[in-house]
């Protein structure tokens, strides 16, 4: 059970922390990386389509010059003035230069920049010396073996040029068997047409990433908005409209644990309306929702920043309020519940509070820590606890946790954690109470009674164990070992010659869920070998409030099998007289109550006197336990009571001790 509750525990953290640590920026990383693919993508392709139109104008350029650097070198050759003369009329700027550098020849203005430097085509091996034209250097060698392109620039140019577009480009040629040098302006010409596809391919490439920017902001815009929509609807609550538990859980968390609210203490507080299942039931379920969502209304008012109020389940509220000190808290507390009861004039609502503190958290030097391990779920389980133990009473109450409640939850931790052992090691021990005739002060029987008797935290009463068995289910194991112990005990007086009397056993309402519960019984007792008329099933008068067909079909058996069946504690509840017209019982205990405080007195006795009187007509036997002085025995014994349990004749006790009294009733009776 505690497994899979730790579990549960797991998988609800898991799915805080994937809601916590889910957001738009997986979705925008990704669209941005594919942007930033796309652009990588497009420039490649642009500077491929780019470099194939300069190359292609770069080799037109290139024979061009070439032709007249030959015609240059065949003038020169042959001293052919009329040559000379043709090429001085073509459009064609160059320089004529030496292996020292001396300028041999030269035509036209001298714009060559720099030193040059090798380029490479991407169609070919050879290589070529470029310089940049100082003038217009749209195109120049970018010192890595290829051509730059300065676009910017170009298309400013172009765009205040309407005709063909010539863009210089210096070009070096040996000539004279490498001699001489040869060094031309090359003019990489551009139609109207070339600039108008290089302009369009870079302006359709800049609208695809322009449009493809716009559809993901607007992608990352959706998904942040879906986000917050997933987000809270996680978070809200239908009922009241407003936040649910697992707002409250994440948030609080982070709230506890912020570097910015280091500073406060919490009051983690769980608030209950008590009467919500009866106002329902008077009203309707709709009108009861609407009343928590006024209160959450009601409660979310009253709130100051970072403080919190979430809908945590059917009628409890979650609140984080900031704690000065614990006078302080409880007033602000009572002033809630005060603006709760204002909520409707025609009602009087009852709230019920528990709180627990999470107070700053400082080093030996007195510095405010983080309280990075925090949890708001355990704090506000606390509160619980103490809540809880108001429940007991429909009034309205507050109740802080302290050190008090801290002590009981720390037992029943130890109990949760011993009691397995406890079983297996016999650590459980029974004592028995005897019941008396009040007439005869004969002994007629016992109620057997489990105590802890544990090597590490000593002798431990009932009391301290049973509501920790009842609530976490163990007491089907305890009531299986008490039938099982006593039926042994049983076995063994009976063959030792002891004149045994029935003892009870108490078997709790859990069990109950159980078809076969009869059967069980039979068999633990079958195996101890004792009779089954020494043993009385005895069951709490609270236990005949669950399924009370399944209730008289196991009495009926248990009958069958010869067990007496006796109803505790009558009187306790507020449905006796119903229970005994329909359970077919043996005994009827009175509870003790009958005999104490405001019960006690002429009202009182006239009560039980009746309830004997009627027991009688249903030919069931009585029993007045918690019995502690004579004239509430001379009373019973009067009413014809037929047995008496409490201190006045004994005391729960061992084993040894109760074999003591039936020896000794068993000489008192022969004398």
């Not at 001085?88 to 041999?104: A, M, P, S, Y």
């Not at 309707?284 to 969502?293: F, N, P, R, T």
Request: glycine share 6%; proline share 2%; hydrophobic share 35%.
């Amino acid at each position: 059970m505690a497994s899979a509750k730790k579990d549960r525990n797991k998988e609800r953290v898991k799915l805080y922390k994937k809601v916590r640590n889910t957001s738009t920026w997986g979705s925008t990383v990704f669209y941005l990386i594919m942007i930033l693919l796309f652009v990588v993508t497009m420039v490649f392709l642009a500077g491929f389509v780019l470099e194939y139109i300069f190359e292609t104008k770069f080799a037109q350029g290139y024979r061009e010059l070439k032709h007249t650097a030959e015609l240059y070198e065949l003038a020169d050759k042959e001293k052919d003035k009329s040559l000379m003369e043709h090429i001085e009329t073509e459009n064609t700027d160059f320089i004529v230069r030496d292996k020292t550098g001396k300028v041999l020849y030269r035509k036209g203005e001298d714009t060559c920049k720099g030193e040059g430097s090798d380029i490479k085509l991407s169609n070919g091996e050879e290589t070529y010396k470029v310089y940049e034209d100082s003038k217009l250097g749209f195109i120049y060698p970018d010192g890595d073996g290829g051509l730059g392109f300065k676009i910017k620039d170009f298309i400013k140019w172009v765009s205040d040029h309407e005709e063909n577009i010539r863009v210089p480009l210096w070009i070096s040629i040996d000539i004279r068997s490498g001699e001489q040098t040869f060094i031309g302006k090359a003019q990489l010409t551009f139609d109207r047409r070339d600039t108008i596809l290089v302009i369009e391919f870079l302006s359709g490439v800049a609208g695809i990433v322009f449009v493809i920017g716009v559809i993901t902001i607007i992608r990352i815009i959706k998904s942040a908005v879906n986000y917050k929509r997933v987000v809270r609807l996680f978070y809200y609550d239908p009922v009241t409209k407003g936040h649910n538990w697992m707002w409250y859980v994440r948030y609080g968390d982070e709230r506890l644990r912020s570097s910015f609210t280091k500073k406060y203490s919490f009051a983690v507080v769980n608030l209950v309306f008590r009467n919500y299942r009866t106002y329902c039931l008077c009203h309707s379920l709709s009108e009861g929702e609407e009343l928590l969502a006024r209160i959450d209304k009601a409660l979310s008012k009253e709130l100051k920043k970072p403080e919190m109020c979430a809908h945590a389940t059917t009628s409890n509220f979650a609140l984080l309020l900031r704690y000065d000190d614990r006078q302080k808290l409880t007033e602000r507390l009572e002033g809630l519940v005060k603006k709760l009861h204002e909520i409707d004039s025609e009602h009087k609502f009852d709230f019920q509070i528990g709180a627990d503190i999470v107070p700053v958290y400082r080093n030996e030097g007195g510095r405010i820590l983080r309280r990075k391990d925090v949890s708001i779920e355990n704090v506000y389980n606390n509160a619980c606890s103490a809540r809880a133990e108001l429940a007991e009473t429909e009034e309205t109450g507050i109740r802080i946790f302290d050190n008090a409640l801290l002590e009981e939850q720390r037992w029943r931790d130890i109990v949760h954690e011993h009691q397995w052992n406890a079983l297996k090691n016999r650590e459980f021990v029974v004592y028995y109470q005897p019941k008396y005739d009040p007439r005869t002060n004969a002994l007629k029987g016992a109620e057997a009674l489990v105590r802890w008797d544990s090597p590490e935290y000593g002798f431990v009463t009932p009391g301290r164990i049973i509501p920790i068995f009842e609530k976490n289910g163990f007491i089907t194991q305890i009531d299986h070992y008490m039938i099982q112990h006593v039926a042994h005990d049983q076995k063994a007086w009976l063959d030792g010659g002891y004149d045994c009397v029935p003892v009870s056993v108490n078997v709790s309402r859990a069990h109950f869920s159980e078809n076969d519960l009869a059967q069980q019984i039979r068999d633990i007792v079958d195996r101890e070998q004792c009779p089954h008329e020494l043993i009385e099933i005895e069951l709490t008068e609270s236990a005949f409030f669950d399924d009370k067909k399944a209730m008289i079909e196991t009495i009926k058996k248990l009958k069958e099998y010869g067990f007496a069946v006796s109803m505790d504690d009558f009187g306790a509840g507020y449905s006796s007289l119903n229970s005994l017209k329909d359970m077919p019982l043996d005994v009827l205990k009175l509870d003790a109550e009958f005999f104490r405080g405001d019960n006690a007195g002429e009202r009182g006795e006239i009560v039980v006197s009746e309830a004997i009187k009627l027991a009688k007509s249903l030919e069931m036997r009585t029993v007045a336990e918690g019995i502690e002085e004579k004239e509430q025995v001379d009373f019973l014994a009067q009413q014809g009571c037929d047995m008496i349990q409490g201190y006045y004749f004994a005391k729960p006790m061992p084993k040894n001790e109760y074999e003591e009294k039936m020896q000794r009733s068993k000489i008192a009776e022969n004398n």
